[in-house]
């Protein structure tokens, strides 16, 4: 004789609760780094610029006086 669950039962609700859980987490967590752009800042781009050569003096104090101003 069934209970009346058709196969579901308590254990099966808990899991799809802690599933959606994760997937709540998962989904938050990537939409908060996507607002930090996952990959360098902008001064740290600018120093490895710098660093490399790529730039000299006068162009890395002019642009990062432009990128502390924002």
Do not use: C, H
Not at 2 to 18: Q, Y
Not at 47 to 54: N, S, V
Request: charged share 30%.
């Amino acid at each position: 004789m069934e209970s009346g669950t058709n196969g579901l039962n308590w254990a099966s609700v808990e899991w799809l609760i802690a599933f959606a859980l994760v997937l709540f987490a998962a989904f938050r967590f990537i939409r908060l780094q996507e607002g930090r752009g996952f990959g360098r800042r902008p001064l740290d781009e600018l120093m490895r610029r710098y660093a490399k050569g790529e730039i000299d003096e006068a162009e890395y104090r002019r642009t990062k006086q432009v990128l502390s101003e924002k």
